[in-house]
């Protein structure tokens, strides 16, 4: 087996998640044009969770060509209040089921650490956060579901960046969680810029827990630096300055990533987070990394 892809429409996040002007069944329709294997959701998109709901929107990623190898769930770990924490827990387990529902078994359901409230320490945001993604565990387990932690930046809809946005913290959050059938990385290596780490530095350090991906670039408007954009807190923020592009065109070194990827026999998929400049470099993007899986995964490219 060789890394299938998947899109997910940056682009249209705020329009199916937030205003609800667009479906997530306009979203299905609109990417019959491109060349993915699957659709990547995410919780905002479904206005129900009723199995019958659910169903709809399984047929119809079905019936456009689709699987459904990912869900992205945005549980804040950290939040002060214990029952804010037990909620996001259960928010978890039910997108949990709902992958399962909508990807079978072994499809991935994303989770994270949570917000980075300030004055919350390291060792205290772990204390909040491990027991949460123990409790999600259990019912990953029962499913048969694989929760996939992403090194990430920061949910649309939330006010502070990530808990485990540097790479240290996320490290530690991954050794404190060792099971290996269930539980793995979520890898973006444009998060790893953004928060001012090497990402090629940091998918060789997880790369043997890496079971999903997804593949976005950032490029530098004219002029800027990357120490331009450093925050007092040696983070990189979204900066304007900091642009969405065509994969392969930006910041990222995909060449590196997939030999990385290739040496450890990766057999998940790749999802593409694109479109923030039309759907025209959604396509170009997904081009990019068919090539890029043909060059390094020579029997299952093309």
């Known amino acids: 087996m060789t890394p299938k892809l998947s899109a997910f429409p940056k682009c249209y996040l705020d ?8 479906s997530v ?14 659709l990547e959701m995410y919780e905002g998109f479904f206005t129900s969770l009723d199995d019958d709901y659910i169903d709809r929107v399984g047929e119809a990623i079905a019936s ?4 459904m190898p990912m869900l992205c769930c945005s549980p804040d770990f950290t939040h002060p ?16 089921h709902v992958t399962r529902r909508l990807g079978g078994e072994r499809a991935v359901c994303r989770v994270l650490s949570g917000q980075r409230y300030p004055g919350l320490s390291v060792s205290e945001g772990l204390d909040r956060v491990v027991p949460c993604i123990e409790a999600s565990l259990a019912v990953a387990r029962e499913a048969n579901v694989v929760l996939g932690l992403e090194n990430h930046y920061k949910d649309g809809f939330w006010t502070y960046p990530e808990f485990a ?3 240290d913290v996320f490290l530690a959050l991954l050794d404190a969680v060792p099971d290996r059938e269930h539980f793995g990385v979520q890898f973006d290596p444009s998060n ?5 780490d090497d990402p090629v530095a940091l998918l060789e350090a997880v790369a043997d827990r890496v079971v999903s991906m997804h593949a976005s670039d950032r490029y530098l408007a004219e002029g800027a630096t990357l120490d331009d954009l450093r925050q007092a807190d040696g983070t990189i923020g979204y900066s304007p300055r900091l642009l969405h592009g ?7 070194d995909y060449e590196a990533i997939f030999r990385i990827l290739a040496t450890h026999q990766y057999e998940g998929w ?9 759907m025209e470099e959604m396509a170009e993007s997904l081009a990019f990394l068919r090539g890029m899986v043909s060059k390094h995964f020579p029997e299952g490219g093309g």
Not at 64 to 67: K, L, N, Q, Y
Not at 246 to 252: A, I, M, R, Y
């Open 64 to 67: 456009a060509g689709f699987a």
């Open 270 to 278: 790749i999802s593409i987070e694109d479109g923030m400049n039309g």
């Open 81 to 96: 209040d214990l029952a804010a924490r037990e909620a996001a827990v259960e928010r978890q387990a039910a997108m949990i």
């Open 25 to 38: 069944f306009d979203w299905i329709e609109q990417a019959r044009q491109l060349d993915a294997d699957g």
């Open 192 to 196: 790893a810029l953004v928060a001012g």
């Open 165 to 167: 946005q540097k790479r």
């Open 246 to 252: 065509v994969t392969g065109k930006g910041l990222n």
């Open 15 to 22: 329009r199916i998640a937030g205003e609800r002007s667009m």
